[in-house]
């Protein structure tokens, strides 16, 4: 880990492709031991799927587009300029309830949920994930899934 300055600039993608857009790493577990950034394009109509994790926490704050979150039987109907909090153990869902892609900011505290992602843009890469290999890669990183990975058609 350095104890460098991360600096990012427009158009410099250090990240991953997930369902054709882009998940910009802005900073990971490389540059900090306390959290990871995110800049998250999500896909019209995708859904994470009800799930909680047993150690990270996380934050989501919306920057375009429409989204919903479930979180502990609420629902939170996100635009632009929401924020949520997830801590650990709370279960949550999100899913982009609009017909065009939604972007947030996303941080996982403690960092290395960018791995994450790197396996999971690696399955994704391959066609539909298999849910076995799926089931396995989210256990590995903190996430226990409690209903079934939902995306409208």
């Not at 460098?4 to 997930?18: E, F, H, K, S």
């Not at 939170?76 to 650990?88: E, K, R, Y």
């Amino acid at each position: 880990m350095s104890a460098a300055p991360v600096i990012r600039m427009p158009g410099q993608n250090n990240g991953v492709t997930l369902r054709g857009h882009p998940m910009a790493f802005l900073v990971t577990g490389e540059n900090t031991k306390y959290t990871s950034m995110f800049d998250w394009t999500i896909p019209a109509g995708f859904a994470t799927g009800l799930h909680v994790h047993r150690v990270q926490e996380e934050t989501f704050y919306v920057l375009d587009g429409e989204c919903e979150w479930h979180v502990e039987g609420k629902i939170v109907h996100a635009s632009p300029g929401t924020f949520l909090f997830i801590p650990p153990g709370v279960p949550h869902n999100i899913t982009n309830v609009s017909e065009t892609p939604a972007r947030v900011l996303m941080t996982v505290s403690p960092p290395g949920h960018e791995h994450y992602f790197e396996e999971l843009a690696q399955l994704a890469a391959r066609g539909a994930p298999d849910p076995e290999a799926l089931a396995g890669l989210r256990n590995r990183f903190d996430t226990d899934q409690l209903s079934t990975l939902t995306t409208r058609t």
